[in-house]
């Protein structure tokens, strides 16, 4: 229990001190104006409150991965608290505030159009398949998840098809009609949701006392597996996750102030970290240690927030937690397939003012993934992990360049970027989706493919700072 609180603490202290701290390195200017105001077109770019912004921010990132990711992260025991609140303060925040901010610098530009201008034109086209590919994975995850879900809650009177295109039907309208018009009204509803279940969960595992085990450097290895790199891959949202950086140019493009980014940006990457803890903890305490929660987990990971939901509320307060749960992917999902159709708009330079211009850019990635609901739900969520947190590198060494160019403290996100690129890389080595190499040789092939990336970006870095390379591409020079 004590590690659990005091998990939780250092992530709301680390908000207000190593947020401040990354906010003055980039230093936000509060007399510039945003595409909010620049760009206004009534669809994707139109100012919004703060409220509203990080509401939706929260509801966009925190999908099923900061309540799946660490309830299967919860196999490794309370080594798992490490990484959330680690991670999350010192890499997924730091990704979150840092994409979402030289984003505003650059007219809302989603991650392709940055890479592309700081990493270069190769770089461009690699990540708009990767983002692409990620949003596709993301928005197919987050049909099937909460429609089993549903289908669970309703006792099966309903069948899975009809919840699964009931859903589909919801994404579209989400994909296709102005912002304000279904994610900036229906958000504020969900999101209350989503506290009532967040919250209720929380507080139930402290005023029952649950045996929620301390940290420990022991018994951290379900079925012999390595503690690195499947612990990084498994809790990706909750922690750090490239997914959020397809998602930050959305608010980017509807935030009223540069001031308002640590809040939006940051801030909410805590909450989301402080989401996973408690579902961590759920897990670790509810089935009596790593062989219960193994025997729940066959069901997928939707049993055991069912069964926890009911445990710690009674039936109707887990009811109302379950469809908190619900709502978390339906609020991300809505808003990947939207962020794929903005990506893949921007790429081909077609304005999305026109309902058709946004219709045949969607319709083609909702048949794509009602192909992909076919595959199993493991094996997508194995290949979501890798291409998220793939994405979650390739940003934050877009974040260091835009940082070394500016000639300020570049470590802030070099320093995550540099761990999660050998992580990934051992991940993808060692993986059966990937190379299956055995995992010493992996290490090994993983820092030489490290280090040369780490060459790559300085002699890259250096010829950028020569060139002169803008930072921004409007409104001109920030100091």
Known sequence: MYTFIAGVLLLIIGYFTYGKFVEKIFGPNSGRQTPAFTRTDGVDYLPMSEKKNSLIQLLNIAGVGPIFGPIMGALYGPVAFLWIVIGCIFAGAVHDYLTGMISIRNRGAHLPE????????FMKHMVNFFAVLLLLLVGTVFVTAPAGLLHTLM???????????AIFVYYLLATLLPIDKIIGRFYPVFGALLLVSAVGVGGMLIITGAPIPEL???NMHPDNL??????FLTISCGALSGFHATQTPIISRTTQNERQGRFIFYGMMIAEGIIAMIWAAAAMSVFDGSAGLQEVLAGGPGAVVSEVSIALLGAVGGTLAVLGVIILPITSGDTAFRSARMIIADYINVAQTKMMSR?????PLFVLSFALTKIDFTLLWRYFSWANQSTAVIALWVATMYLFIAKKNYWIAMIPGVF??????????????????SINVSYIVAAIATVAIIAIFFIAAK??????????????NVA
Request: aromatic letters at 10%; a positive charge; charged letters at 10%.
């Open 114 to 121: 940055l890479a592309g201008k700081f990493l270069g034109k």
């Open 155 to 165: 006792n099966g009177s309903v069948a899975m098809g009809v919840i699964i295109a």
């Open 216 to 218: 420990s450097l022991t």
């Open 226 to 231: 390595p503690i690195f790199p499947l612990l």
């Open 359 to 363: 219709i045949w850019i969607a319709i």
């Open 420 to 437: 999660m690129t050998y992580t990934t890389f051992a991940y993808i080595l060692n993986a059966q989706i990937g190379f299956g190499l």
């Open 463 to 476: 010829k950028a700072r020569l060139n002169n390379i803008p930072l921004e591409d409007e409104l001109g």
